[in-house]
């Protein structure tokens, strides 16, 4: 179950489960948080007032110095009068990673004007492009304060235990991404604050900077780390090796597994692992969160949807594939994102690159009206539209094949491989290959049983199942996240 603690004042906290209610009491017991007219509390049609007014003076930002939506504009016959709202956002095309990543400078707003909030303060980066280089995203003064803004709502959204001690765990990258820099922000913004940094990550020898996980695994002994951030599959296989060794993580409280997919079996996994270390409730959260947001939609309690923390900086809806056309909540389409007050990289009707659903309805469990994602597969929200695949003739989505087996007791780690009978011969029928590393305590026969089972119920499909060695599937060292899915076919048959 889910909790929330709400400071009695006195440097204690009572632990009550997230309901409405209880979410007013924990906002009433911290003067930051009760001071703050928080937008994901109005009425909806407020909400989208407000959305639409902001919208209305980004267009007009646009015209005057967008390169890239002026010149898609002028060639669809577009003038700023036939967009006079949020209504008329379904004429405007949607814009996909292809075309961003083609030239990123194109959509760095260029004011005529600018002013001091114009200028750019950082550029982080999104991965993959065209040319294989990483393509560069601005934020300027103006968006930081907004970003920071976001990340300040998305604490209090997450419910983080108030003036608790944390650690962020993203590694320090060769690129600048915003998972370890947004969690170095929290540190900076956030009453439950980050005070720790583990600086995992690929070496660079001129610096040696980097630490281990070793070296994590003590910071969160030793500082009781209450509240964690970082990639999902990371923290996991931190979990797993403090464990054998026996540490106390009695601390930890709350832990954010951003970058992928956390699905139902994986976060009963982590938190069983930590409840063996001592830890009373850990909350498990699978925020959603990419480059082009900068930051991320937490969940209010586990599987609750993850809530947009920043409606006055984003316009969320999902559109059709084939005609782009806006979907009702709750029909599985585009995710796309809309730049409501942004100065530096500025997108619209930008489709991120993962089909799922949300819904505009007030959230039971917390009580607020922005809109939210709701579960899509499984027990995931979102999956990669680049994943859907042709599998033995028949289209299939391997979350769902991710989701069965994460969610089969004694699997500890796993990867999923399409790959043919014969990879030498590249019109050979198609193999569905399950590499599992086994959990202690559980029959190998048992769980290739099971999987297979599994597999073949959700998608018709028998597969083979191999147990190897952990490292075999992922390690956290060399690698930023597991790669679960992996298709060894020749291509361009």
């Known amino acids: 179950m889910s909790v929330l603690y709400i400071s009695t004042g006195d440097g204690r906290c009572e632990k009550v489960p997230v309901t409405p209610e209880n979410t007013r009491r924990y906002i009433q017991s911290i003067p930051l948080y009760a001071q703050d007219d928080d937008p994901t509390f109005w009425s909806r049609d407020r909400i989208y007032a407000l959305q639409d007014e902001l919208f209305n003076r980004q267009m007009d930002l646009v015209f005057q110095g967008h390169d890239y939506y002026r010149r898609r504009f002028a060639e669809m016959g577009l003038e700023r009068g036939d967009i006079r709202g949020l209504e008329d956002l379904e004429k405007l095309p949607v814009t996909y990673k292809k075309d961003y990543m083609a030239e990123p400078e194109s959509f760095r707003l260029k004011l005529p004007n600018p002013t001091l909030y114009d200028w750019v303060f950082e550029v982080t980066y999104t991965t993959g492009s065209t040319t294989g280089v990483p393509t560069a995203f601005w934020n300027t003064v103006h968006d930081m304060h907004g970003i920071w803004m976001m990340i300040f709502r998305g604490i209090k959204l997450g419910g983080f235990p108030p003036y608790s001690r944390g650690i962020n765990l993203f590694p320090l990258g060769p690129v600048p991404h915003i998972g370890f ?57 931190l979990i797993m090796k403090a464990e054998e060794q026996g540490r106390d993580f009695s601390a930890t409280k709350h832990i954010q597994a951003l970058g992928e997919a956390a699905p139902k079996g994986m976060r009963e996994d982590m938190k069983r692992r930590l409840q063996n270390m001592g830890a009373e409730d850990p909350f498990i959260s699978n925020s959603y969160g990419f480059t082009e947001m900068q930051g991320a939609m937490p969940e209010c309690c586990e599987f609750s949807g993850c809530h947009n923390p920043a409606p006055n900086l984003y316009f969320f809806e ?16 585009l995710i796309c994102i809309t730049h409501l007050n942004r100065r530096g990289t500025v997108l619209l009707r930008y489709a991120i690159g993962d089909l799922g659903a949300i819904t505009h309805e007030t959230c039971p469990h917390c009580g607020r009206n922005g809109e939210r994602t709701v579960i899509a597969v499984g027990s995931t929200y979102a999956t990669r539209t680049s994943e859907l695949v042709k599998l033995k003739g028949t289209l299939i989505n ?42 202690e305590g559980h029959d190998a026969g048992r769980v290739e049983k099971e999987v297979q089972d599994r597999l073949l119920t959700a998608v018709e499909m028998r597969c083979r199942v191999e147990f190897v060695p952990m490292e075999e599937i992922y390690d956290p060292m060399v690698a930023l996240k597991a790669y679960r899915v992996i298709d060894l076919r020749p291509r361009d048959l």
């Open 398 to 439: 391997p979350e769902i094949l991710r989701d069965e087996v994460a969610n089969t007791p004694g699997v500890k780690e796993y990867q999923i491989i399409f790959t043919k009978k014969d990879l030498s011969d590249p019109y050979s029928p198609d193999d569905l290959v399950v590499k599992v590393a086994l959990d």
């Open 181 to 237: 820099f947004r969690a170095r922000d929290i540190g900076a913004l956030g009453i439950g604050s980050l005070g720790a940094f583990g600086c995992t990550g690929m070496t660079y020898p001129e610096f040696p900077v980097h630490r281990n996980m070793d070296y994590a695994i003590d910071v969160i002994e030793n500082t009781r780390a209450e509240v964690w951030m970082g990639i999902a599959s990371f923290m996991r296989r």
């Open 318 to 333: 999902v559109v059709d594939e084939a005609t782009g056309r806006r979907l009702p909540d709750g029909e599985r389409g």
